[in-house]
């Protein structure tokens, strides 16, 4: 039977301990998820999640310049590469990326500079995709940019309403790279997104902190959210069930 690996999204090292002590298999580790959907974090934060998770392999990294969609100027793409290269250069085991063109297609100008700044680290290829209308169409490519894993929702705002778009995904990388579920992820969804037979799930298992200090005109909301260790472990649980 093939393990599946379960990832929880993070967005520093306290959050990385509670998902490394809950059962989590790796880290994606980024800022703003709540608010944006993730952006790439500071040096300092990769550094303590690394210090943290022991392994490089337990980390990956989110590096995405801002929010807004996923077409890159020239000047974008090589700051994507200078960060994705930093990150590598601190440890990380693999940085998680995406880019396409104006008409949906894989930008494999933008991949091929970030796979060369990624060295031997694995190269993931984020939600992007999810944004195409048939999301199997862009596999090849991807394999071909050297890609090592896709985070996907199956192009649904939750990954177990996406299951169809990820059965085709998973039978078109036929094992030339790991499809991971992600997007909306619930640990009740877990067992009908294993019947997909995806590599992995991800997760943010986030709960709000409790903390309600007021940010003021300009820190935006009060509170913010914390990994829950509790989720972690019942989506563990919901995977060992099955392997």
Request: aromatic content about 2%; overall charge negative; some cysteine.
């Amino acid at each position: 039977m093939t393990r599946i690996a379960l990832e929880i999204a993070v967005d520093g090292p306290a959050g990385a301990r509670t998902a490394f002590e809950g059962g989590a298999d790796r880290v994606e580790v980024c800022q703003a998820l709540a608010a944006t959907g993730g952006l790439t974090p500071s040096g300092a934060t990769v550094d303590a999640v690394l210090a943290v998770a022991g392994e490089p392999e337990r980390v990956a990294v989110l590096v995405r310049p801002r929010v807004g969609g996923f077409v890159y100027t020239a000047e974008e793409v090589d700051l994507v590469a200078a960060d994705v290269a930093d990150v590598v250069r601190r440890g990380a085991g693999a940085v998680v990326v995406g880019a396409l063109t104006p008409e949906g297609a894989v930008d494999r100008r933008a991949l091929d500079v970030w796979r060369r700044a990624a060295g031997s680290a694995d190269l993931v290829f984020h939600r992007a995709i999810d944004t195409v209308r048939d999301p199997a169409t862009l596999v090849d490519d991807l394999v071909d940019g050297g890609v090592r894993r896709i985070l996907t929702s199956g192009g649904a705002a939750r990954s177990f309403d996406g299951r169809e778009t990820l059965r085709t995904l998973v039978a078109e990388a036929d094992r030339r790279l790991e499809i991971m579920a992600g997007g909306g992820v619930r640990v009740e969804d877990i067992p009908g997104l294993v019947t997909c037979d995806v590599d992995a799930i991800h997760l943010s298992a986030r709960r709000p902190s409790g903390d309600g200090a007021p940010s003021g005109p300009g820190g935006g909301d009060p509170g913010f959210d914390v990994t829950d260790g509790g989720i972690v472990r019942r989506a563990t649980a919901a995977l060992h069930e099955r392997r």
